[in-house]
Structures are given as structure tokens and as C-alpha cells.
């Protein structure tokens, strides 16, 4: 009940945030100027699990006048659009809808991902993980028709269930997850990355005080819990490549789901690439490399935190093969602020190392701010010249 009211408290913020940004918002392709609620939902990639509902996948990949496929919707998982469906009974509109079920979904999000690291940095810090996660810039997403709440609280089950050695009964849950988001990828590479580490653990194939550095506190599994965590890892891994397969199938061209994919970048995939090229657009080829000197450090930083490697192998594995899913490869665009909400347990490093509730006060102020920031230029401005995404 407690982490409802924190959840509850912050996405009322988020919600009032949300309405009087709409207030200031001009007219744009999705609605008039100052949307009402109903239209403000309709913003960006809503529209695109609608269509899901009512044109469905095509079964011929649209092509522009330069051979190269156009923007559909193949890059989008079905199931928010289905979990929406559920609900026609209501008579209420797709975006109605849909944001019901993100907003519950939101909901579960919190209470798992508390069940899950509360118990190693403490109930109060957990609170305060919450509020900080739920308050952040891009928090707005967790309650619009969006499928981030979904994943994040599919990915918290799937390693919660993990964590507790119950690797089959998180089967069905890493699997959902596969079909929510395209997160599978780096969810599979996690839970290997993990099982691995297991095994090296288990067989003394490292110094034990190495694997005690990078890990504290934390001793190998039993051989049972290993098998299990590996069968989990593999049926990720092929959950992950089962909707670039229905594509294929579907469309009979085998790059269907990567080349709608890199549509919005207008580039073949290429590992690592867009890294260097995006960058450089956004300070200029010289100090592009400087940049990304500046995020490699970030990330360094991130993932050798001793509050975050406390957390435990499910969170620290998970935030290591998410980050390393995004550099290999995400195009950074200004979207990029909202794909970091998966790495939610980072909230809980932040929560444990701000140490004081002064300290903790400051980051929240610091969310609030960065959301209202967020909301105003990438949600709802950004909808005007699109420039900035979301």
C-alpha cells in the first residue's frame, strides 16, 4: 500500500503535468490546439498500435520512391494492442483504452519492482526509488498509450522470479516481455550474461575474490538453479527472434522487421555506427567523439557503482546487457531519454547513494524539473516542428 501512494502521488504529478502542458499545446497532426485528455493520448507512436487494431501488419511492407521500406507498423509489438482490445466491451476509444492498461500496468510496475530490490537497500530507500523513477523526465510514457509499462513491469517479474531461483516460473513472464517491447534481445543477452557468470562462479574458473568485487555478497546458485536460469536465458533468446520470424513469414522478405526498424533512421542497421554519425550531428564530428567518450564513461560509472552491483546479479546483469543492447544498437536521438526507463534499478542505486533525505529531496526536485522540461518541449511542442521525439 505503500509504494500505491508513492506511485499514486507521482503519476498524479505527472497527470497535472500532462494537463497543463496541454494547455500550451498549439494545434498539431493529432488533435487542435489545447488537446482535451482523450485527445492528448492520441500524440506520436499511439497512433501506431491503433492502426495495429484496425489495418492490422501488412502483408506487403510499404516501399518509398528510393526502394527502401517506409515507416509501418511491424515495428510495433501487439501486445498493448491486444491487452486494449480487451476492453472494447467499455465502449471507450483505443486511447482510452490503451492508457488504462498502461497506466495499471504502471501500477504493477512499482509494486514488483519494490518486491523485487527492496530487500537488500531497505523499505525507505525503496520508497524513495519509487518516487524517483515514477517523477523522471520521461515518466510521462508510463501512463500514455505507450508499451513501457508493460515491458518494465514484465522484465521486473521475469528477473524478480529469477533473483528468487524460480527461473521456470519466469518463462512465461520474459516471453510476454518479448512481445510488449524489443527488449528481448538485451533481456536474453542478460540472462546469459548471468548464467555464465553462474557457471564461472560455480567452477572456479576465476579467483572467487574477483567474482566477490563484482558482486558483493552474492554466491553462486545451485546446479538446479543454474539449469533453470539457462533454459530461461534460451527461451528469451528465441522469444527475442520470434517477431523478426512472424515478419518474415508474413511478408515474405526476411529483413522485414529491421529494415521497418531503421525506416525511422533512414539507414541500414549497423552495430555501433549511428552512434558516431548521430552524435556528431548533434555537436559536430570533432566533438562527436568527445561525446561519446563522455557517455562510455557514464556508463562505466553506472555499472561499477557499488549501490547498483548490491543490488544483486538479476539487476546488475540486466542493466549491463540493456546498456549494452542500446549502444550496439539504438540511433541516439532525443527518444533516447525515454528508452533509459527500463534501467529502472539504477533508481534504486540512486535512491541508496543520495544517503540523506535532503540529498534525495534534490534528486526528486531535479526529476520534476527534467519532467516539465520533457512534457513542454519533446511531448507536446516537439509535436509542432518534430524535432524533438519522444
Known sequence: MQVLVVWAAASTLTFLILRLGAQDTPATPWGGAAPSWGEHMRFWDAGW??????????????????????QNTWAFMPLLSGLASLLTWT?????????????????????????????????????????????????????????????????????????RGRALAAVPFAVAACFARPIGVPLGAALGLWWAYEVACAR?????????????????QSPSGRWQLLVLA?????????????????????????????????????????????????????????????????VGLLLSAPSLRALGPAAWFWCLG???????????????????????PAGWALAAVAGTTRRRLALLATCVVGQLVWVSWVWDFGSVTIHWVP
Not at 517523477?135 to 522484465?155: N, W
Not at 572456479?204 to 566477490?212: E, I, K, L, N, R
Not at 534460451?234 to 527472434?241: D, F
Open 91 to 163: 465502449g471507450w476509444s483505443f486511447y482510452v483504452r490503451a492508457a488504462i492498461v498502461s497506466i495499471l500496468a504502471s501500477a504493477g510496475a512499482a509494486v514488483v519492482m519494490d518486491r523485487w530490490l527492496s530487500p537488500l537497500p531497505g523499505r525507505r530507500v525503496s520508497l524513495w526509488a519509487v518516487a524517483l523513477v515514477w517523477s523522471s523526465p520521461c515518466a510521462a510514457a508510463l501512463q500514455v498509450p505507450y508499451a513501457e509499462s508493460l515491458g518494465l513491469v514484465l522484465v521486473g517479474l521475469a528477473l524478480w522470479l529469477a533473483s
Open 234 to 298: 534460451l527461451t528469451t533468446c528465441t522469444a527475442a527472434l520470434a517477431w523478426p520470424a512472424i515478419a518474415w513469414l508474413a511478408t515474405g522478405r526476411q529483413d522485414a522487421y529491421t529494415a521497418t526498424e531503421t525506416s525511422w533512421r533512414g539507414a541500414d542497421l549497423a552495430p555501433f555506427i549511428p552512434w558516431l554519425t548521430r552524435l556528431g550531428d548533434w555537436v559536430g564530428p570533432h566533438l562527436g567523439l568527445a561525446l561519446l567518450a563522455v557517455v562510455l564513461v557514464a
Open 322 to 344: 540493456y546498456l549494452l543492447y542500446l549502444l550496439a544498437f539504438f540511433d541516439p536521438t532525443t527518444s533516447v531519454l525515454r528508452l533509459l526507463l527500463p534501467l529502472a
Open 49 to 70: 498500435y491503433n492502426r495495429i487494431i484496425e489495418e492490422g501488419y501488412p502483408a506487403r511492407l510499404p516501399v518509398g520512391a528510393d526502394g527502401r521500406v517506409t
Open 204 to 220: 572456479g574458473w576465476f579467483p572467487s575474490a574477483w567474482f566477490q568485487r563484482l558482486l558483493p555478497g552474492h554466491g553462486p
